[in-house]
């Protein structure tokens, strides 16, 4: 390992080797320096080399769009371990550009999530709501996920300290006609196919797990009732 000046001096090195690639207009291996510069440096240097990876990307020919959101997520990332939340959500707002309008659902979500938290730290209510809002129409997400979405929604409209309307709220919709209720009596059949299986066979097969109504005994010494049904294997009919 190399120790702190063998370290800043390889740093210098690669920001040497970036300035010439960017001059032959080779950004696409520039950006890759930036990256493996930035894995050796601390978060708030870390931030600003990909930072400057992503702009690489964007300026390659033909741009490189999805490495250039992708850098620019991770170098937000970056910036809010260092404290920095306002570089944070402008590295992730210019990223929005690129997610938006695409299907990439669960980064547009990560994205808009993390700018709405941030901006709710730094006090500015108003514009966390408005990023909160486009995470809360997630049904590809998880229950759990759906749910901290939910719950930090609120508390930022709480914290707000007064009404606000919230317009347009991207709920799931309902399609009323297309919901049926069956009641199937406690039956569930394992296939269609189970379905056309007598009667007889499943009431045979079901005697055994029926509870039988309790009988009131003084005694111990009163005889157990004598069984009423015949002793069958239980098993289960119908295909998966």
Same mark, same amino acid.
Request: hydrophobic share 40%; with cysteine.
């Given at each position: ?40 440096? *601390? ?18 020919? *033909? ?108 709920? *799931?919709?309902?399609?009323? *006609? ?63």
């Amino acid at each position: 390992k190399l120790g702190s000046s063998g370290q800043r001096n390889a740093t210098r090195c690669g920001l040497w080797w970036t300035e010439m690639l960017k001059a032959r207009d080779q950004y696409k291996e520039a950006a890759g320096v930036y990256f493996r510069i930035s894995n050796e440096e *601390p978060s708030l240097h870390a931030a600003v080399m990909l930072e400057q990876a992503s702009n690489c990307y964007l300026l390659s020919k *033909p741009p490189m769009l999805r490495k250039y959101g992708f850098h620019l997520v991770l170098s937000g990332n970056r910036y809010y371990i260092s404290d920095q939340r306002k570089h944070a959500i402008r590295a992730y707002r210019s990223a929005l550009s690129v997610y938006k309008g695409n299907a990439w659902r669960y980064i547009n979500d990560h994205v808009h999530y993390h700018i709405g938290k941030w901006y709710a730290v730094l006090g500015i209510h108003d514009i966390a709501i408005k990023h909160m809002m486009q995470v809360l129409a997630c049904g590809h997400q998880s229950i759990v996920t759906q749910e901290l979405f939910f719950r930090d929604f609120l508390q930022i409209v709480q914290k707000l300290g007064k009404t606000y309307e919230v317009f347009r709220l991207q709920l *799931p919709v309902i399609n009323v *006609p297309s919901l049926k209720v069956i009641f199937e009596d406690h039956r569930t059949y394992a296939s269609s196919s189970a379905v056309d299986v007598k009667e007889g066979l499943w009431k045979s097969l079901e005697e055994d797990l029926v509870p039988s109504i309790p009988i009131m005994r003084t005694n111990w010494l009163e005889s157990q009732p004598k069984k009423k049904y015949k002793d069958l294997n239980i098993c289960v009919a119908g295909g998966m």
